[in-house]
């Protein structure tokens, strides 16, 4: 799990915890708490490196004429 969390990071990690901190920061000032149920979901985004990547949430099909 430590392995997950330090390693492989990259500029859409990055994003999502700039986006997990944007929500935060919005839910703390704004008092729309919310935003922090968002702010979460980006925020283990980021440290466990899930989401869609490049090509894993594709559709496969096949040309048919």
Known sequence: MK???FTN???MR???LGIAL???YQAYETHEWFFIVFGAFFLLQA???IGCGPN???VNYTKTK
Request: charge should be positive; charged fraction near 5%.
């Open 47 to 49: 440290l466990l490196n």
């Open 3 to 5: 392995n997950v969390v």
């Open 9 to 11: 990071w990259h500029i």
């Open 56 to 58: 894993s949430c594709g």
């Open 22 to 24: 944007f929500l935060f």
């Open 14 to 16: 990055y994003l999502r």
